[in-house]
């Protein structure tokens, strides 16, 4: 091998380890620079979910008075059910639905409004799909009292996690 050849096969040889070192590192770049871009994703996911999880949680506590009573209700039928379902809690339930509204997906928010409507309507639906309901029948309270709590239990499947 002549000098000539020795320096063209070293010129050939430092281009090729230059390319090598110069893909090597564009490429570490590009990995990290694509690892910070997922990392701040998985961040904003992690924000968003534990956002929607805190206000899911003070609306379903907006109701656990009521649950708690529709439930004994059921069992015993004691109660007329306008004194658990008053006027005040409705008004702190649709508090809860207006504060809890923005963290309800898009795609869902036909379902969960839809579902609040029958909620707030179920004495009226109730009354009207109910032929012998009288206030004092025990039996009646009882369904009556079941009525509003399928309705609280669909408002909560339909504002379920996203």
Request: glycine residues 4%.
């Amino acid at each position: 091998m002549t000098l000539e050849e020795f320096l063209k096969y070293a010129a050939d040889l430092g281009k090729v380890l230059s390319g090598g070192i110069v893909g090597g590192v564009l490429g570490y770049l590009l990995k990290t620079q694509i690892d910070h871009r997922l990392a701040i994703a998985r961040n904003n996911e992690l924000v968003r979910v534990t956002d929607f999880n805190k206000a899911a949680s003070i609306f379903r506590a907006a109701f656990v008075k009521e649950i708690f009573l529709l439930r004994a209700n059921i069992i015993s039928g004691n109660e007329v059910v306008h004194k658990i379902i008053t006027k005040e809690a409705m008004i702190r339930h649709e508090k809860a639905k207006i504060i809890f509204e923005p963290f309800v997906a898009t795609r869902k928010n036909v379902n969960f409004n839809a579902a609040w409507d029958k909620y707030k309507h179920c004495e009226y639906n109730f009354l009207n799909s109910s032929d012998d309901y009288h206030p004092d029948n025990i039996t009646g309270r009882k369904e009556f009292s079941q009525f509003y709590l399928n309705h609280i239990e669909q408002l909560f499947v339909c504002a379920a996690v996203q």
